[in-house]
């Protein structure tokens, strides 16, 4: 089956800076479960992109396998995307950026695709610092193989047959942040509200740009019991801060209380400001952040929010040294050394 | 008898892994080649870094052969470890150049060969204060016994020395007295020149000498390749080293230092393929190399490279397998894996090139092939070819060759299509339009997936449109037929009802058994293949041929199982040359198995 979006426009519906209005963002018709948190993780990136005015061509949208991977065919239908194998998004990812550093990458994966199969590619990619936005849209579940424990199921927690996980969990934001990750964020994909500045931000972001959110598999594991599931983690999570994402410089007026206020000035001059709620803990500072997710996560909570930033982050290109033009604009004369050249290294050959 | 060794004999050098023997070797080779004769080094070592036998075989030709020949003349034996056997290897009347520092064991002593005693380590003990000068100039010591013993003319590998030092002047000195303790040796105490020995020839013209992978390391920076991935992997690691040190030259804007090139070393194969997968998606011409264990993990890769039609180029460099195998070693081995390497209904386009000048250019043609075609295509060389020195001709570059991207819509093409359809064969030859990201803001975006689409790049599980999809893969696997190198054919017309069928390394060996074959009065028709699919000429040659033999590195007769099963041809009339001991294969070897299985009818005198 193959399925396309009846298109009706809105007349009165807001444009942005570039004239489009927010369905022009939209995808195919999605094919995931009723309710699947996935989805409105794919709504909070269409409004994100909406509303950073992004030229939806100007975006590459990367992804493994699984119900989470299958998304990007949902959100930015003027984009191309590449729904690659299960858990090697981020090797195709790093090629497609090293080709051409002018457009976005926005890549989505799983737990399943970034915990379990590809978690040493979520590894490197992270070492390498890739200038992209990677969601990892996580049930704690194998949604598409029907359910199974993912690496990020909570120990002890219930599977909807009723077994209990006794296995340890692995996680992914503190991993990150562990490895050096540039920007690590976590969120709820029922809390939109903190989702979309933290998408703007992270795509705004020169370097590595994790989000990890908790997205309830409705049809598998949103059952009693499950550390997953959308009661769970509405009754469970604890925001470091509430959020706001200015792109470039623009006047902000902060109506937070000062003494809590922090913000984040990024390389182009766009501005993160945080309400900070959560007490002893630094955005800017690595150690203060793992510590911030690790106690939440000790007292069974779920900190959201953006976790970890480092504004001074220095891109793959930045570090190998690539030249500023995208190497997939390169020509001939700036790629072959020619005849003459060859007749020289031909000369230091005999 | 005695006038037949000059420029014809085998050289073999024993020597302990790590020691410094390497460049010394490499110097001996040198200057040969310098004198004009043909002359072919082969690397025998271990998988090790240090400590272990290596051996370097060193085959001088005045006839031109270039592959391995059986029956050592010489041997420089400096690694007690392998005395024994070393011994062993020398043909009888032959020669066994040794270190007489301390008096050699009864065990080492044979009748039939005559011993060249030489004090290396005393020698240099005695010249030299330094532990590790006195070490490495043991080797310079040898090369100048060897000066002396085989007539090599010293001001060419004086010529090398200034070449190799060059900058680093002070060093020359302390190596012609090296050389000179080794002569003067050999002067005071033995006759001199050998029987077998050397003179100066003009036969090599302007021909160079290089290792096949830094050889397609350079094919890959002239094709304009602007990214590569990899992970080390013995014997292919220097194909992308290659590719680094000519890249670094070229691609650097002397300013700004910034490159023209990117090149990631991955964590793994699985990565450097997707790697390479992304960059070709989005444009950038880009390669990876590895050996067959990479192979082995980059199957479900090539496979979504394949079914999504995504150009991709990689250079497998075949060692001896099965698994880890003999790394060190080489082998033709990977063939059926990399024909169908992935799961499915999936096949590749594989190149068979036998030179560096080959390597230059089929690795060169991969990527206007592999954009063309938009399909992976597979470099297929080996150890012996990557990594030994070759003589061959000097690389040629046309600088009116411009690079062939293939069916790409631009911005203004999009604009003057109603709607593009990714998948849609609108030339008839299986061979559809992509588009690379961020060309145009509405026009020419689709959804790249390894899943079943439709022409429109849709998601689809209908069968129809399945089965149209992989239909329209096999017509444009028909189309590469006659896109893909076209085969070597040796004789225009037939002259005999026996053909000889061979690709790669195998091709020295071959030609040489090809011609003691004709001396023999055996004519016999002969192909080299060059690429895979198969063309009609090749499926002619073995039509028209009641017998064909199929020469090939492996055990399993891989290559023939490919001509059965793309060719349909009689299993019954391709007679297998095989040779999978590790070693390169050899003229003699080929000879023993074709022989053995001709009728005595096939002679035409
Ligand atoms: C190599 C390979 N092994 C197994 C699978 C089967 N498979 C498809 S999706 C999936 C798990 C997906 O889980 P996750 O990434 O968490 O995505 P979700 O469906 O939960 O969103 C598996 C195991 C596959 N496609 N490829
Ligand atoms: S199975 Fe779970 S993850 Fe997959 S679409 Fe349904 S609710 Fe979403
Ligand atoms: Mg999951």
Redesign the interface.
Known sequence: ??Y?KPKFRHPELPKNKLGYTVDYYEG?LSTLCAGCGHDSISSAIIQGCYEMNI????L?K?SGIGCSSKT??YFL?????????HG?M???????????R??IYFGVSGDGDTASIGM??F??VIR?NLNMTYIVMNNGCYGLTKGQDSATADEGSKNKTGQVNLFESIDLASLAIELGATFVAQSFSGDKTQLVPLIKAAMKHPGFAFINVISPCVTFNNNLGSTKSYDYVREHVEATATMDFVPQMQEISVSYDKGSQKQVKMHDGSLITLNKLAEEWDPLNRQSAMNAVLNAKSKGEILTGLLYVNPDSKD??HL??????P??S?V?S??????D???E??AG?? | MSNTKVNDFVVRFANVNGTGSASANFLFTKAI??MGIPVTPKNIFPSNIQGLPTWYEVRVSEKGYLGRREGIDMMVAVNPQSMLNDVKAVKSGGYFLYDSSKKLHDQYIREDIHYIGIPLMTLCNEAYTDARQRQLFKNIVYVGALIALLDIEFKEVEGLLADQFQGKEKLIPSNIKALQLGIDYIHKNFKYPLDIRVERRNLLK?????EGNAACG?GA????A??A?WYPITPSTSVVEGFAE?AAE??T?KIT????????Q???E???????????????R?FTATSGPGLSLMN??LG?AYFAEIPTVLVDVQRTGPSTGMPTRTQQSDILEAAYASHGDTKHVLVFPSTPKECFELVADSFDLAEQLQTPVIVMIDLDLGMNDHVTP??????KR??KRGKVLSAADLEKIEKFGRYLDVDNDGITYR????????K????????SR?EYA?????SAAYQRNMDRLIKKWNTAKDMVPAPQVYNQKNNSENGILFFGTSQYAAEEAMDILKQEGIAMDAIRLRGFPFNKTVEDFVKSHKKVFVIEQNRDAQMKSLLMIELQADPNKLISVLNYDGMPITADNILKQITKNLSPSSKLN
């Open positions: 089956m193959s396309v195919a030229e939806p061509h100007r590459a990367l990007p065919a239908s003027n984009s191309h995307g590449f729904n690659s194998v090697r981020p090797s195709v990812a790093t090629g497609a950026n090293m080709a051409n002018d457009l040493g590619q590894v490197h390498r793959l290109h190998i040294q690539t030249s500023d033009k190497l997939n390169l001939k700036e790629l072959c050394p020619g005849a050249a060859l007749k290294i031909n050959l005999r | 080649f310098r302007d021909a160079i000498m290089m350079l920076v002239y094709a304009g602007t990214f991935a000519y070229f691609r804007d230092g910034k490159k023209n090139v990117a090149i990631v991955a964590e793994d699985l990565a450097a393929i997707g790697m390479v997968i992304g960059a070709n998606w989005n444009g950038a880009s479900e890769f979504l000097p690389l040629v570059w046309d600088d411009e690079y588009t690379i990201p961020g060309t145009h803001a509405s020419g975006s689709f959804f790249t997936r390894g899943t439709d849709a998601y689809t599980e209908d």
